[in-house]
């Protein structure tokens, strides 16, 4: 059980600042080998931008988790508190409707993809692995939703039983 409430405060940062750390490594580890010896690692800026694909969409879910995507509330903050709860889990539903939706679509395009056995240039990677970010991020978010959901929903039953 601890494991589990570790994984759901921290999972997406570990993996955030981890991503980081190797995309940094790579950039330098490149600079001073084109600079100092004239030569450069093949993979190196491919490996990098497929880090920034998944540090992208694991990012998304990330600041679905802190609630730090960008929200326009002038039209909720006319209600109630309780009325304005209600139209924010109404947003997430559709949300979550469209998390699922990219990620089914995302796993079709990378079921479409396995099938084709294209490589990646430099690597020699399947493309798919680039590609497997987006529902993978969609999945995280959906899953991010569901607990904001879920926290908003036993928010909105507190603030019922307060007003009785």
């Not at 679509?105 to 497997?132: C, H, I, N, R, T």
């Amino acid at each position: 059980m601890k494991l589990l409430k570790w994984l759901n405060e921290n999972f997406e940062k570990y993996i955030l600042v981890a991503s980081l750390v190797v995309m940094i490594v790579i950039i330098f580890v490149q600079v001073v080998l084109r600079y100092c010896f004239g030569t450069t690692i093949s993979w190196g800026e491919e490996l990098t931008r497929y880090i920034m694909l998944y540090q992208i969409w694991i990012g998304a879910a990330y600041a679905v988790k802190e609630d730090a995507h960008l929200r326009i509330t002038t039209f909720r903050d006319k209600f109630s508190k309780k009325n304005s709860m209600r139209i924010e889990n109404g947003v997430l539903v559709l949300w979550m409707a469209f998390a699922a939706f990219i990620s089914v679509k995302g796993v079709e395009l990378v079921d479409f993809l396995m099938g084709q056995g294209q490589l990646s240039p430099a690597m020699q990677l399947p493309m798919w692995v680039a590609y497997m970010s987006v529902p993978l991020g969609c999945l995280l978010m959906f899953i991010r939703l569901i607990q904001k959901l879920y926290h908003n929903i036993v928010k909105t039953s507190a603030m019922e039983v307060n007003d009785k």
